[in-house]
């Protein structure tokens, strides 16, 4: 399995700021995803994150909201921009791709950024 | 599209009871099914798979057979633990269009009572 960390953990944000969130990866990994987990809801997949190219992003996401940096196999940021209220989930980045020791078809977890935006 | 429909709860049982938590999808082709357990406080991580028809996953005493023509995936556990209280999730991933991405149900939290 692939260990992953994210910052920060938790925050608190004023509406009309942005927050970046980190995803670090002990591994070199061939994607890596970011999902919300808004209250109460499942996940969705906001986009994935592609090494040296624009990140992918799906049906009702674009990167004017959500930018998604990915400038190595090991590390991610998405930031959300311009936030509101409606922007309160958790956060989390998600790996996978075969490299590594990771199986195909296999996705790991990280921790979540728990975003409140007043 | 692909679509993953599980029980919703919240469910709370006594230790040592039988847990079942259904899960159907909907989806083309033949989809690998996952379960993935998010316990208080912690990330999500993943508790079982299953790739083909008929494989049965199976971890820390949970297990789930991948049935085609019921196009279900439940997951059961003979004797529930206090431990294994957490919210549930069922997902899929497509087999079409070369994506990894996941496709997930809402999630059932169980409470397991001593």
């Known amino acids: 399995s692939a260990v992953i960390s994210q910052k920060p953990s938790r925050d608190i944000c004023q509406r009309g700021t942005s927050l970046t969130i980190q995803c670090q990866v002990d591994s070199q990994v061939t994607m890596m995803f970011w999902y919300r987990q808004q209250p109460g809801q499942s996940l969705t997949l906001i986009a994935t994150a592609n090494q040296g190219s624009e990140a992918t992003y799906e049906s009702g996401f674009v990167i004017d909201k959500f930018p998604i940096s990915r400038p190595n196999l090991t590390f991610s940021t998405l930031t959300v921009s311009n936030m509101s209220p409606e922007d309160s989930s958790i956060y989390l980045c998600s790996v996978g791709g075969g490299l590594r020791g990771l199986a195909n078809n296999e996705q790991f977890f990280g921790p979540g950024t728990r975003l409140t935006v007043l | 599209g692909d679509s993953v429909t599980q029980m919703e709860g919240p469910v709370t049982l006594s230790e040592e009871a039988f847990l079942t938590i259904n899960c159907t999808y909907t989806a083309t082709g033949y989809p690998s099914l996952f379960w993935y357990v998010q316990y208080p406080g912690e990330g999500l991580q993943l508790l079982l798979k299953?790739?083909?028809?008929?494989d049965k996953g199976s971890n820390k005493g949970f297990e789930a057979t991948y049935r085609k023509e019921t196009t279900s995936f439940h997951l059961e556990k003979g004797s529930v633990q206090v431990s294994d209280s957490a919210v549930y999730f069922c997902?899929?991933?497509?087999?079409?269009?070369?994506?990894?991405?996941?496709?997930f149900g809402k999630g059932m939290k169980l409470t397991v009572n001593p």
């Open positions: 997902a899929l991933r497509p087999t079409q269009g070369g994506s990894e991405k996941l496709v």
């Open positions: 299953a790739t083909k028809a008929d």
